[in-house]
């Protein structure tokens, strides 16, 4: 599972961390324990990053982005605390969810489609315009 502190990383001190986006990332954290203890009992299988030593996918910006960071729009999912990006360097954790898709309704989720995240899955508490639970960036 994914801790407050692993989704804000390095960033947990910055002036961008506001009470609104930590309570963002409780909201997400939440709802993305009780999928990943779904596919635990069906044994999927959740590696930790060697960059980051937990979870979260990439080098320093998997989780929350300061508003300061050059990935992705000023207001995006990550940047409200409302992301985070799981290491899934086999795509095990995506293949997981396209076969079990009704639990992103469950869970009230949503997820980038699996082909435009090689080797990471991305989680949203946040629906894209689209509305669709599986969608393309």
């Not at 939440?30 to 044994?43: K, P, Q, V």
């Not at 999912?77 to 309704?105: C, F």
């Amino acid at each position: 599972m994914i801790t407050l502190s692993q989704h804000a990383g390095p960033h947990r001190t910055s002036k961008d961390w506001t009470p609104a986006r930590e309570q963002n990332a409780i909201e997400l954290l939440t709802r993305c324990e009780a999928l990943e203890l779904e596919m635990l009992a069906d044994g999927v299988e959740f590696p930790d990053n060697p960059a980051t030593k937990s979870g979260v996918s990439g080098q320093t910006f998997g989780g929350f982005r300061p508003q300061s960071c050059t990935q992705g729009a000023p207001d995006s999912s990550h940047k409200e605390g409302q992301a985070v990006d799981r290491y899934d360097p086999k795509g095990a954790i995506d293949k997981w969810i396209m076969d079990h898709q009704d639990r992103l309704v469950h869970h009230d989720l949503y997820i980038e489609h699996p082909s435009a995240t090689n080797g990471w899955s991305h989680w949203s508490t946040r629906a894209p315009k689209s509305g669709r639970r599986v969608f393309y960036p």
